[in-house]
């Protein structure tokens, strides 16, 4: 696993660095947050992230939350002190882990541990809400297409679902790129429902 410390404290970076050798991982690089280091993050592929901020500004608070937007990879963030501004922002950001005073060597893989479910049980909720969606999305097409069929030609509802189910079945397509066509086609001919 590639872990990545945005830092710009040698003797933080060391704690993190230590805690994770310490745990077993040995492919950790450490990078200052100075320069055009988002894109060098991303060019770097990291699997985690890890930003010691100590007692960030907001200006370095805001810089940091762009990273976690540019990379969408579980992030765990070290802070000194927060307040219930930072967590709200570090939260709307996609921080996985936020962690206020808790910097020390021990701590380091239980956190990235849970930085990574916390990111992974994330993009499962987001992948099921995006599947979710397009499941609605072609059911209304789909029942569009039927209401076309019922009304131009007189048919049932299961009627007009065996008709495009079996369109589809024989042109090799999915049933709701037919439904799209139907609506697309009854709506260039004006007769759409």
Do not use: C, W
Not at 3 to 26: C, K, N, P
Not at 36 to 59: N, Q, T
Not at 123 to 136: F, H, I, T
Not at 168 to 181: E, F, H, L, W
């Amino acid at each position: 696993m590639r872990i990545v410390i945005i830092d710009d404290s040698g003797l933080r970076a060391s704690v993190l660095e230590d805690g994770l050798r310490d745990a077993g991982y040995d492919d950790i690089h450490i990078v200052p947050p100075r320069g055009a280091f988002v894109a060098r993050l991303e060019r770097m592929a990291p699997d985690v992230v890890l930003m010691d901020l100590g007692s960030p500004s907001r200006d370095t608070l805001e810089e940091m939350l762009m990273v976690s937007r540019a990379l969408a990879k579980p992030i765990a963030m070290f802070v000194d002190q927060s307040d219930d501004a930072m967590i709200g922002a570090a939260i709307d950001a996609g921080i996985s882990a936020y962690v206020v005073d808790g910097l020390r060597k021990e701590r380091v893989k239980p956190v990235l541990e849970l930085a990574v479910r916390r990111f992974n049980a994330f993009a499962r909720m987001q992948a099921e809400r995006d599947d979710a969606r397009a499941a609605l999305t072609e059911r209304k097409v789909i029942d569009r297409a039927k209401s076309i069929l019922m009304n131009q030609r007189s048919m049932s509802e299961q009627d007009a679902y065996t008709l495009l189910r079996s369109t589809a079945m024989n042109q090799g397509k999915k049933i709701v790129d037919v439904a799209q066509a139907l609506i697309t086609a009854s709506d260039l001919l004006g007769g759409g429902a």
